[in-house]
């Protein structure tokens, strides 16, 4: 039988720190929930906006999937592999921390901010080398259709990570409606709406709502206004 959980807006955690804007659907920080700490192998997933000029120093990771989609301006990266990039709209990065690594973010431009998903996923194994991968998407590819952007292996289409995850990326629309079919069995979905208005099944979802689903085969995800969506793929146990 279906299961889900809904995550209005509004509840989502958020810290103002000036020069960051952050929300959080799942514990981060300062802020816990026990409620919502994951979501299967979906540990965080943030909803930042970093000021002109702005960003976070150099910080360790290690044992996590980290990928980060920005949504508007760029984002400039720099690691402890020697690797140097910015990322923007339209990009997907991701890295596999693995045995460790530190890196830094800023936003480089003076004159505009940054948007961006970061998202954290527990990777299948432990203590991996650390690896980057870093794409440019055709945004065409996800008009009123779902764009893969991440998988499991590098021979399938988007990024990919040490988890059997599939993520896909849509704009969809109004009145466009599509099914989505679980890859892997035991696999729930995570439904985050960028904008607009979504119906996942009987549940309706606005801008930065998010949903869990899993315990189910099929479901149909109908755009009741234009709209764009992330959907994540992510196993329930590992």
Excluded: C
Excluded at 53 to 75: A, K, R, S, Y
Excluded at 100 to 117: A, M, V, W
């Amino acid at each position: 039988m279906k299961n889900t959980v809904l995550h209005k807006a509004d509840t989502r955690g958020h810290a103002d720190h000036g020069w960051l804007n952050a929300y959080h659907s799942f514990s981060f920080a300062s802020w816990y929930n026990p409620d919502r700490v994951q979501f299967g192998m979906l540990r965080v997933l943030n909803d930042d906006t970093i000021a002109a000029g702005m960003g976070f120093g150099t910080h360790p990771h290690d044992n996590m999937e980290i990928i980060t989609i920005p949504l508007e301006g760029d984002l400039a990266h720099k690691d402890s592999m020697g690797n140097a990039a910015t990322i923007k709209n339209g990009d997907v990065q991701v890295m596999s921390a693995g045995t460790g690594i530190q890196h830094s973010e800023f936003n480089p431009n003076h004159d505009q901010r940054t948007k961006l998903l970061q998202i954290w996923v527990f990777p299948k194994y432990r203590n991996v080398t650390p690896r980057y991968q870093q794409i440019t998407l055709n945004p065409e590819d996800r008009k009123n259709k779902l764009q893969q952007i991440l998988s499991p292996t590098s021979e399938d289409e988007g990024v990919w990570i040490y988890q059997d995850a599939w993520f896909h990326l849509a704009e969809f629309d109004a009145g466009v409606s599509t099914n989505y079919t679980i890859k892997k069995e035991g696999n729930g979905l995570y439904v985050f709406v960028l904008s607009g208005t979504v119906t996942i099944d009987e549940q309706e979802l606005s801008t930065r709502d998010g949903l869990g689903v899993w315990d189910f085969d099929s479901l149909t995800i109908k755009a009741s206004t234009d709209a764009q969506f992330l959907l994540m793929e992510i196993p329930m146990q590992q």
